[in-house]
């Protein structure tokens, strides 16, 4: 099966926001993907959208400057934003340490209407530790329309597939946690299902037919 045999025919790069006045109009759904850095973000992102190259990767930390905007069209019609953020630290701080960079992460999580999920990324061998548990918390300090969380384990490939279940078992603790792999696509059609699943409005037709 090729990458997006599932869903995604079209994806290209949109923009790249590096202030809340560079930020493309607020009109298509959104889904965001969050994560300490080399967390493998792009990667995931490239693999759903069974793109190799389209998100820049990196093996050096925090090499992501901005946030990146890409439009994707499913097989149905259905349009939907990814959007690329760079690592960063989510605890609540004061306006004066807050410098500008965070302070444009943190408007688009707590203000952007069309934002319909976050994906959380976190390292299979390391689980949700502190910052992703601010991440989380931070998200949950934001008003209605709030978007809807989906946990990621990346990076199932390091460990033996006999086991993975275990692996992804012992971090997830009671709330659901989706094991993924961007080098043996192992969960992206899982994560895929998840984000077009929360991506509607209640009572609403999945996304928004071209
Ligand atoms: N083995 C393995 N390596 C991965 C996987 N996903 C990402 N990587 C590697 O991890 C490194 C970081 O991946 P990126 O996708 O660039 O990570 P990122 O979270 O976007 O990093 P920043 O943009 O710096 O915040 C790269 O060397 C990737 O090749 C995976 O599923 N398995
Ligand atoms: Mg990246």
Redesign the pocket.
């Known amino acids: 099966m090729s990458a997006n045999a599932w869903d995604i025919v079209e994806a290209s790069f949109e923009a790249g926001a590096q202030g809340a006045d560079h930020l493309p109009p607020d009109t298509i759904p959104e889904v965001a993907?969050a994560?300490?850095?080399?967390?493998?973000?792009?990667?995931?992102?490239?693999?759903l959208m069974g793109r190799r190259n389209l998100?820049?990767?990196?093996?050096?930390?925090?090499?992501?400057r901005q946030i990146s905007f890409f439009g994707t069209r499913a097989r149905d019609g259905a349009e939907l934003r990814m959007i690329?953020l760079?690592?960063y630290g989510y605890a609540k701080r004061s306006k004066g340490e807050r410098d500008a960079w965070a302070e444009l992460i943190e408007h688009y999580l707590l203000r952007r209407e069309s934002l319909r999920a976050v994906v959380v990324?976190v390292d299979v061998r390391r689980g949700v530790e502190a910052e992703e548990q601010q991440l989380l918390d931070f998200l949950g300090t934001r008003n209605e329309p709030r978007p809807a969380t989906i946990i990621v384990a990346?990076?199932?490939?390091?460990i033996p597939k006999s086991r993975r279940r275990a692996a992804i078992d012992t971090i997830s603790r009671g709330t659901r946690i989706i094991g993924?792999?961007?080098?043996d696509f192992e969960g992206i059609p899982e994560v895929w299902a998840a984000i077009r699943r929360v991506s509607a409005p209640a009572g609403e037709q999945p996304l928004r037919p071209a």
Do not use: E, I, Y
Not at 180 to 183: G, N, Q, T
């Open positions: 993907f994560g300490r850095s080399n967390v493998g973000k792009s990667s995931l992102m490239n693999a998100v820049r990767t990196s093996g050096t930390p925090g090499c992501t690329d760079p690592g990324l990346t990076k199932v490939d390091k993924v792999s961007a080098v």
